[in-house]
């Protein structure tokens, strides 16, 4: 089973920054393609930032170029470099991932795995 971990969020004035970290835990043989998503209120659950085992990454349009995602593979975890926040950044922002577990040694794909949320909050 695994988990995922959000932390770093919190309140920024408008144009500030905040790294957002995801830490993945259990019984982990290895990350596949991590992502970062984001929910405003009202609004439906955006996918914002992807990032692949091999460094493949990609961006929604509205944070390209001010958002970096990035993973240290020897602690299982994903960053989330946000810089020039705006105040339509404010949401709850998910980790996401699919991994490859180990099961009694044997290793077994999971998809779509999910962490608990941080909230960001950007004050204009």
């Known amino acids: 089973q695994v988990q995922l971990v959000e932390s770093g969020g919190g309140l920024v004035q408008a144009g500030g920054s905040l790294r957002l970290s995801c830490a993945a835990s259990?019984?982990?043989?290895?990350?596949?393609?991590m992502r970062w998503y984001r929910q405003a209120p009202g609004k439906q659950r955006e996918l914002v930032a992807t990032?692949?085992?091999?460094?493949?990454?990609n961006y929604a349009d509205s944070v390209k170029g001010r958002f970096t995602i990035s993973r240290d593979n020897t602690q299982n975890t994903v960053y989330l470099q946000m810089t020039s926040l705006k105040p339509e950044d404010t949401a709850v922002y998910y980790c996401?991932?699919?991994?490859?577990?180990?099961?009694?040694?044997?290793?077994?794909?999971?998809?779509?795995?999910w962490g608990q949320g941080t909230q960001v909050t950007v004050s204009s």
């Open positions: 259990g019984t982990i043989f290895s990350i596949n393609t």
């Open positions: 990032r692949t085992s091999g460094g493949s990454t």
């Open positions: 996401n991932a699919d991994v490859t577990v180990l099961r009694i040694g044997v290793p077994f794909d999971e998809y779509d795995n």
